[in-house]
């Protein structure tokens, strides 16, 4: 059997959570920095949208905590887990969205 965290979640589920929010809050940072910067060849040197990415992972552990994960566990292992998986999907899409020049 799983073993539970202080909220009820098994170890894997509380995994499972944690990365499914990093990579949803990367994608969705992606889009506002393209929504935000734009997707023009000058908006690929524009600084605001890796601001727009630091404030969505900074933002995720109000949400981890609403959803029942005890963020006061995490170490500095953890948060590197959730800067870094944020960062690389936001990456990918702000980079996909750039190269394809979608108007948003």
Request: some cysteine; aromatic content about 8%; charged content about 10%.
């Amino acid at each position: 059997m799983a073993t539970e965290s202080a909220a009820g979640l098994s170890d894997h589920m509380r995994g499972v959570t944690v990365t499914t929010i990093a990579c949803l809050a990367g994608i969705l940072a992606a889009v506002a920095s393209a929504a935000v910067v734009g997707t023009s060849p000058e908006a690929a040197a524009d600084v605001q949208a890796v601001l727009i990415m630091g404030i969505a992972i900074f933002a995720q552990f109000p949400i981890l905590k609403a959803v029942g994960i005890d963020i006061s566990e995490f170490g500095i292992k953890d948060n590197l887990f959730v800067s870094f998986m944020t960062f690389c999907l936001w990456f990918i899409t702000y980079a996909i969205l750039l190269t394809s020049a979608v108007e948003l």
